[in-house]
């Protein structure tokens, strides 16, 4: 108990005031509606047909490489009852572009093996980009997660929006907004490669962003990333494959490939959420990898 307490407090659960659901907003809310169905049918209908069922046509997830989600599972035999697992996972965390198509929600997974093997129960925690179809439907763009050795927060955790701050009122021209974007996630790239990790980090995340790696507690804000921007010193190259920002122009997204050169060298993935602050400058308010096994 002691340990979930702390966890909760670390993912922004026990903040005072609480946050509630009243105080999300009704597009935010209907966001966290959507992927607690998405969930339900995993459950209820097992992962194929809740993915193609929930995925845009373009939806992507890392398998390991930025795969199709549709054609991939529609590729795989149909799920027979009862399901061999169950992978069942709950929002508590996310955000929304001011234009009110373009958001992202976070969570936890859990992963329960059905058979008579009955293995260990996996745990993780899910993130998933969302956007908002012509039809008024939510459909997921970009899914991911990182596996963690133990629950880090209860599948009934409360949701909560993402914190309030300073934030370019009605962004800027979409199409600006996206070439400043990219330009900012390449000019991260250019500082990396050099050595300056730690300096590129400090420079483009956000007060408020959280940071998702494998195996590693989530890490929320200023006060818990700042010891691990500090440790960051090998250099990093990589480059964006695609981005996108709402018609609102102040919240977008990037993914692209990364590698870090170190005597470990990791090789892989990333997804970025962005948001203007208020001078007008992009930051990383979300930041997460999917490395790439050895030999891929």
Do not use: C
């Not at 966890?7 to 509606?33: F, K, W, Y």
């Not at 009852?81 to 929002?91: C, D, F, K, Y």
């Not at 992202?104 to 998933?128: I, V």
């Not at 980090?201 to 700042?226: C, D, M, Q, T």
């Amino acid at each position: 108990m002691k340990r979930l307490f702390w966890v909760l407090l670390g993912l922004g659960l026990l903040a005072m005031p609480a946050l509630t659901q009243q105080s999300v907003s009704p597009a935010l809310l209907e966001l966290a509606n959507a992927e607690r169905a998405f969930a339900r049918m995993s459950v209820e209908k097992g992962v194929r047909d809740s993915f193609i069922a929930n995925f845009a046509d373009e939806g992507i997830n890392f398998t390991p490489h930025p795969t199709n989600t549709k054609e991939f599972y529609g590729k795989r035999p149909a799920q027979v009852l009862p399901l061999p697992v169950t992978l069942n996972w709950s929002p508590i965390y996310g955000d929304i572009a001011q234009s009110g198509e373009l958001g992202y929600t976070t969570g936890p997974f859990t992963l329960t093996d059905n058979t008579p093997a009955k293995r260990p129960t996996q745990h993780g925690m899910y993130f998933s980009i969302w956007r908002k179809q012509v039809d008024g439907k939510w459909k997921v763009l970009i899914d991911l997660g990182i596996q963690l050795n133990s629950a880090v927060a209860p599948l009934d955790a409360p949701f909560q929006s993402a914190l309030k701050w300073k934030v370019r009122s009605g962004g800027q021209d979409a199409d600006k907004a996206l070439a400043s974007l990219l330009a900012t996630d390449r000019a991260f790239f250019a500082n990396a490669k050099t050595g300056a990790v730690a300096e590129a980090w400090k420079h483009l995340l956000s007060e408020h962003a959280r940071i998702h790696r494998n195996g590693e507690f989530p890490l929320v804000g200023k006060s818990a990333y700042s010891a691990w921007v500090k440790s960051q010193s090998s250099a990093i190259t990589g480059e964006p494959i695609k981005a996108e920002v709402a018609s609102s122009g102040e919240f977008g997204y990037s993914y692209g490939k990364y590698e870090i050169h170190a005597t470990k060298p990791e090789k892989g993935y990333y997804v970025r959420v962005w948001k203007l602050d208020a001078k007008g400058n992009w930051r990383i308010v979300f930041d997460i990898t999917s490395p790439l096994p050895e030999g891929k």
